[in-house]
């Protein structure tokens, strides 16, 4: 894969430290790890190479974002070629997995995107597995500094149907499908990373 095709994203830098220090205690020791709506690559390549006893399968529905995650993952031994995922589809090309992560999806997408990984993450992960995700939320129906409030205006104004979500509702969701209340982390920018755990 030519390197031309790797695409950059400023905030991937900016925070993958911050997230993997917490990928360290949150998912298992080994294992094979699915990585929902991977973007540029970047990161899974970054924790693929500091978790080398985890295996870790990236996916994205747009295949130029698929071409930047190969292109960023050649010649790692425990990054899988990526796969073509819309997370809303009745059908995931991957089955069980040990883990789930997605970074940054859920305010870039519609609402039924969050319900697609409840139901998705819910049918793959075996009892006590985890679905770890990473994210601006509301908190109590306000939000929790006034960057995250612009940034949701400004979600909202290239789509109605994006937007910072409360966390209540994405526990809520989470419970539909069986997982239990999240293990909250704060990270930085206001930030939060949230662990559900599979009953």
């Given amino acids: 894969m030519s390197e031309d095709a790797r695409r950059h994203a400023p905030a991937a830098a900016r925070n993958r430290e911050p997230i993997l220090a917490v990928l360290r205690e949150w998912l298992p020791s080994e294992g094979l790890v699915l990585e929902v709506a991977s973007g540029t690559g970047e990161h899974a390549a970054h924790f693929a190479a500091a978790l080398p006893r985890l ?32 997370v809303t589809a009745a059908k995931w090309p991957v089955d069980a997995v040990d883990a789930v992560l997605c970074i940054n999806m859920i305010h870039i997408a519609p609402w039924s995107a969050a319900e697609g990984l409840m139901r998705g993450a819910a049918a793959r992960l075996a009892s006590g597995a985890p679905l770890i995700l990473y994210g601006p939320y509301r ?48 990270m930085p920018a206001n930030n939060l990373m949230l662990r559900f755990t599979r009953g």
Avoid at 59 to 83: C, F, K, Q
Avoid at 155 to 180: I, K, M, Q, T
Wanted: glycine share 8%; no cysteine.
């Fill in 55 to 86: 295996v870790f399968q990236p996916s994205d529905p747009d295949p130029a974002a698929l071409a930047s995650v190969n292109a960023w993952a050649a010649g790692a031994a425990n990054i899988r070629p990526a796969l073509r995922l819309d």
């Fill in 139 to 186: 908190r109590g129906g306000a939000h929790t500094a006034p960057s995250n409030a612009g940034f949701d205006a400004d979600l909202r104004s290239r789509d109605p149907a994006w937007g910072v979500r409360d966390l209540e509702a994405v526990a809520a969701l989470a419970a539909s499908e069986g997982f239990g209340e999240p293990e909250l982390r704060e």
